[in-house]
């Protein structure tokens, strides 16, 4: 157990499955007749049921937030430097779930499950699923946990985006939302960089309207070309500048289309390794929640009437060079939460980083989480 | 002549085409034997021949910068409002050529070129040209008009690129150079952005390693995507919300993956009309050329000492919400020229409409324009 001995692990995980047998009308108006997800757990709930941490994960992530599957697994959870004992989610205090959304490809139903209407697999056949579906489908299985209130539920980007909809559609089932490098609604670019990505992974040749499974193919160059896509808005400029500048992988211009700057080979890598491990399926129908994403557009869009009922406090955090979701986006959020007189409170962290800042370990953003959860009381475990 | 008849127009115009016979070394190592630019001219050039205005063309342009090409043409040039007599850049007073590209697809030669060492169309086997490569051809077109000094060198985005080589390569052949919109070298996010564009054009089924004419194909999906990922760049986030925001094509949600947000529809609208009217093979080299640029690198990296043997006099102009190449970039070239003592106007307009602005006619930038032409001399016509 080399690896997961260290002290502030959660060590070796195993993921746990949920069957959920009530229907589930989503908001398409598909109604699920039975459906799983799959999910991991750090730490134990205590007696009281009152230190549950919902961690909701973003456009590529699952299940696996922290600790390891294995004695030599390579890598921890996505989430591992934030999610563990004495680290700022901290295991020794929190029950923390995270589970793999609906419609993802890490095990929960989605286009790789069997369709029981057809006894195939999904595929393209699957619904689109919405954040206010996720969050009814992580309702389920907060009752299945005996967890009648989490003590906070937490995400960054998408994963914020279904902690801000947890707080408007379960107003008094949870007590924190921790809302990171989220936007309240997507601009018409973040739908047009989505919009790209999926027309690259639809007009693949191996796409085959989404039935690729069946002709032993998946359309890599359209799932690698999103991918690329969506790391240039990940980063920012300067930290592109920074770690790669115009750097020649060969030191020279060899006038051709193979890799010349080192950026490209970053890309590229990037791309190729996304596809070994992600779904075409799944990436087109997360995309397409986060361009639905629009919680005030029930409520005569205003987000403020959309969270007034809600009595969870509020932790939003942005990073001053994400350009995915800049910061102004994080302050039209706060707007509203101080509009409806809710308790917030606001740290905009400066990091060259860009998007991909809410995964990283940035000392003050860390430590702005870390005295955030302390703030959270609850029973001892 | 309805259409050519407002007193503002340079009217129908005729391309021309120049053939050249002496060799031309490319900055890669290939030699083309011989080459042929087609190009337009407006205006009329005077006895003194100092009148001479060169337009350089960006990524997607050609030579026909201003007038119509027949009496039924539905659009004019793609730099009408700004050329022709009267305009910012006065036909009345100026000879304005504008060339197509070396490794363009609007007539000279290029891929859609037969290649006279095989017979066949060049496609893919076109070499790879660089910014200085163009300055070079352009110079020849200047030779074989008499033109020994231009008035001025002017260029929007990859244009400016060539205005400023020119100073460069021929410090004493003009003597003013416009630079709008541009930078003096890609940063890795605009390199990272072109191979994503190079990606998708490649890796289409249809392109057939470049010789798609071959099979009767054009890998239009892949064009179509660099298209469209172009299109957001040139675009500013604040433009596309001010005239698209989160409008639906239906009015509703319809959970699929047709077109349901407006910006869709004029992202897939503008893709697809392009593939009709660009060259894949061209549009690969042009996003090559741009990533090579980088004019400082002869000069130990000094911009300065690049241009420091120009007398060449310099109006450089950017717009507030370019992020493409953003008015920080544009800076970068005014100290560098400030820094080489030379005679330089910098103008940064405020616009919300992104890179694309360089080829509107957006009040103040085309009121630069005219006042900064005004003041370069010329005998009169």
Chains 1, 2 share one sequence.
């Not at 030599?72 to 589970?99: A, E, L, M, S």
């Not at 020279?252 to 289309?257: F, M, Q, V």
């Amino acid at each position: 157990m080399t690896l997961t001995a260290s002290s502030d692990s959660v060590g070796i995980v195993i993921p746990q499955t949920q069957e959920f047998t009530a229907p589930l009308t989503l908001d398409c108006g598909v109604v699920l007749k039975s459906f799983s997800l799959v999910y991991e757990t750090y730490g134990r709930l205590n007696a009281a049921r009152d230190n549950a941490v919902l961690i909701c994960h973003a456009l590529s992530g699952d299940h696996h937030a922290a600790g390891f599957h294995s004695i030599d697994d390579p890598k921890p959870g996505w989430w591992d430097n934030c999610i563990g004992p004495g680290k700022p989610i901290d295991t020794n205090r929190f029950f923390v779930v995270c589970p793999n959304n609906l419609g993802g490809c890490g095990g929960s139903t989605g286009p790789l499950s069997i369709n029981p209407a057809s006894g195939k697999l999904y595929g393209a056949d699957f619904p689109l699923v919405t954040v206010r579906d996720w969050v009814e489908s992580q309702a389920r299985l907060a009752d299945t946990l005996s967890i009648d209130t989490w003590a906070a539920v937490m995400g960054g980007s998408l994963g914020g985006m279904q902690a801000l909809q947890w707080a408007i559609d379960y107003p008094h089932r949870l007590r924190h939302a921790i809302v990171v490098a989220a936007a309240s609604k997507l601009s018409p670019q973040n739908i047009a960089f989505n919009e790209v990505a999926r027309h690259a992974i639809r007009s693949d040749a191996n796409f085959h309207a989404g039935r690729y499974y069946e002709h032993g193919v998946v359309p890599e160059h359209g799932l690698m070309l999103a991918r690329m896509l969506g790391h240039i808005t990940y980063l920012s400029d300067d930290v592109l500048m920074a770690r790669f500048g115009r750097e020649l992988r060969d030191g020279k211009l060899n006038y051709g289309y193979d890799i010349e700057f080192q950026i490209e080979s970053y890309l590229r890598y990037q791309g190729e390794s996304f596809v070994k491990r992600f779904d075409a399926n799944s990436y087109l129908l997360m995309t397409k929640s986060l361009d639905y994403f629009d919680p005030a557009a029930r409520f005569g869009d205003s987000l403020k009437d959309a969270v007034a009922r809600t009595d969870a406090k509020f932790l939003v955090a942005s990073f001053s060079s994400d350009w995915r979701f800049s910061p102004a986006r994080s302050r039209e959020i706060v707007r509203a939460l101080l509009d409806a007189d809710l308790d917030v409170s606001y740290v905009e962290i400066d990091s060259e980083l860009g998007h991909d800042s809410f995964l990283l370990n940035i000392p003050l953003y860390h430590a702005a989480l870390r005295t955030y959860f302390q703030g959270i009381t609850c029973h001892v475990v």
